[in-house]
């Protein structure tokens, strides 16, 4: 089963798909665009950012996004490129804006709430919790039986 969700940050309104096959979180990257940035043209500001990662660091931004069909404002399912957490904290260190801290929290208090949706037997069994690692730009999952995971 798939679960298909708005977020909200700051007032924006982020499209994220969860996979509970994968147990993955896949947010669209215009709408994260949008939200840091406040362009008025997302989609464009995205585009750019891809040739100018790809210029100056040799990475091609595409390459750790998936494209999945999402309710475009329109209300058209339309194909969007989307990007797990890992992928999204990747592209945000591209994105020179105040809120990417902020974002990077709130991403967090996302995986968290999705911890207390699930079943209580898996959360007495185990103890996770995430952490923001900045030195590794990364979101942390930890299990208290396990290593990190980094995400």
Not at 35 to 64: C, H, Q
Not at 111 to 116: N, S
């Amino acid at each position: 089963m798939t679960e298909n969700k708005l977020a909200v940050f700051e007032n924006y309104k982020i499209r994220r798909h969860y996979d509970e096959a994968t147990e993955t979180w896949y947010f669209s990257v215009i709408d994260v665009v949008g939200a840091l940035t406040d362009s008025v043209n997302p989609r464009d500001y995205w585009f750019r950012m891809k040739v100018r990662v790809k210029s100056d660091d040799g990475l091609e931004l595409s390459t750790i996004c998936r494209q999945m069909k999402m309710k475009a404002p329109d209300g058209k399912m339309r194909e969007t490129d989307t990007a797990n957490t890992e992928s999204l904290l990747r592209i945000i260190q591209s994105i020179p804006s105040p809120k990417a801290e902020p974002f990077k929290q709130w991403l967090a208090k996302v995986g968290y709430e999705r911890l207390q949706d699930m079943p209580c037997e898996f959360r007495k069994n185990t103890s996770l919790f995430f952490y923001h690692d900045s030195s590794l730009h990364r979101l942390v999952l930890c299990n208290t039986f396990y290593s990190a995971s980094y995400l």
